[in-house]
Nanobody, 121 residues
Framework: VQLQASGGGLVQAEGSLRLSCAASRRTGSNNAMGWFRQAPGKEREFVASISWNGGSTIYADNVQGRFTISRDKNTMYLQMNALKPEDTAVYYC?????????????????WGQGTLVTVSS
């Protein structure tokens, strides 16, 4: 399975971006997916996850109400609104082997290459 993330870029504070992540095979449509991010000098952290059918979502507290995760079969999206400078990071998409997955890095077996999001103040 290969994951291809896209949509990152430079945006001003309070702006919006939409990230996409496509899984290379249809097996991705039966698996939970998630977004993580890693800022310079910090550990990778959970952002959001979505179940195999999109019926269940989980968000980190610091993005709740601003970010929305969604999916269409084996493609996942992250709509990011009201962006803040502290959202600046490389964003990674991930695919679980299970239908439902949570916040842990070890819940996910496959990782994309990352897309950089930079929010200027």
């Amino acid at each position: 399975v290969q994951l291809q993330a896209s949509g990152g870029g430079l945006v001003q504070a309070e702006g919006s971006l939409r990230l996409s992540c496509a899984a290379s095979r249809r097996t991705g449509s039966n698996n939970a997916m998630g977004w993580f991010r890693q800022a310079p000098g910090k550990e990778r952290e959970f952002v959001a996850s979505i179940s195999w059918n999109g019926g269940s979502t989980i968000y980190a507290d610091n993005v709740q109400g601003r970010f929305t995760i969604s999916r269409d079969k084996n493609t996942m999206y992250l709509q990011m609104n009201a962006l803040k400078p502290e959202d600046t990071a490389v964003y990674y998409c991930a695919l679980s082997r299970r239908s439902y997955s949570g916040r842990g890095l070890t819940d996910y077996a496959y990782w994309g290459q990352g897309t950089l999001v930079t929010v200027s103040s």
